[in-house]
């Protein structure tokens, strides 16, 4: 592969820090594609610079690019035979690696206070979206009044005018979506609670947040809007709606029989 062909022929010319950087990336190939600079910075205990400056020494633009080039170089051909196992093994994977990141005192945390929560916002852009609009669904149907936002323009709007007493639950893989941030900025000056769902503890989301719940969905510059991601996304939906119904049981399933009447009469209509 040309960038590790490129790492290695600079290997020796290279500084002690810069050193710790190469061995990292090229034996961690793999995962690179899926971590931030944050991250790497910190496990390797060097700063952001020198990353920057190690990538530009290996003739790249910088880390952003890094990560393009080595999601490319890793995206192996998938055998036609095997695929479905390959998305199978891959589903499995995300919920055990989600399931294994989740805090149970964190996760009723999250449920009480979506469950106290005068108004309850739900944003996600891009693939994220289609996580939040589920999440809208799944808290209508046990009686939960919710509005969900895909629009960053709307989120800025909403998050603006939320109060103490309302609840947002933030859909971002990254944690590191510029406008997804600024609306947490927003609502963070009204002190509106905020829940984030992403896969970087360290990302400016997660600073930003009450309540961070760990998602762990891989998802590359190479594989954007991963089936994968979403699921990883989706299962903390159902914990956290079914850990709503089950805090007032017998009223959530009197909203779930009213909301199915709702649609059924409506089916019956067309």
Do not use: W
């Not at 490129?6 to 090229?26: D, G, H, N, R």
């Not at 991601?229 to 399933?253: F, H, M, P």
């Amino acid at each position: 592969m040309k960038i590790v062909a490129t790492i290695e022929s600079l290997f020796p010319s290279l500084s002690k820090t810069e050193k710790k950087i190469a061995k990292y990336v090229l034996e961690q190939f793999e995962k690179i594609g899926y971590q931030t600079l944050q991250e790497i910075s910190q496990h390797l205990k060097v700063g952001e610079a020198s990353i920057l400056r190690f990538c530009r020494k290996i003739g790249l633009s910088g880390f952003n690019e890094l990560k393009l080039v080595v999601s490319k170089e890793d995206n192996k051909e998938e055998v036609f035979q095997n695929y479905t196992d390959h998305i199978r093994t891959s589903i499995h994977q995300t919920i055990d690696y989600t399931y294994a990141m989740q805090n149970i005192d964190l996760l009723n945390e999250a449920v009480y206070t979506i469950y106290k929560s005068k108004r309850l916002f739900l944003y996600g852009v891009g693939s994220s979206g289609i996580s939040a609009q589920e999440a809208q669904s799944k808290f209508l149907r046990y009686g939960k009044l919710c509005f969900m936002l895909q629009d960053s323009h709307f989120q800025m709007m909403s998050a603006s005018i939320t109060k103490e007493d309302d609840v947002i639950v933030i859909f971002s893989l990254s944690g590191y979506t510029k406008e997804i941030v600024e609306v947490a900025q927003i609502a963070k000056q009204n002190n509106t609670k905020i829940i984030a769902i992403t896969n970087h503890m360290l990302s400016p989301l997660a600073k930003l947040a009450d309540i961070v719940l760990i998602s762990m969905g891989k998802e590359s510059p190479m594989t954007g809007g991963s089936l994968s991601a979403k699921i990883s996304q989706l299962y903390i939906v159902d914990i956290l709606s079914t850990g709503y119904r089950l805090v007032d049981k017998e009223q959530a399933n009197l909203m779930k029989i009213k909301t199915a009447k709702a649609i059924l009469s409506k089916s019956i209509e067309e």
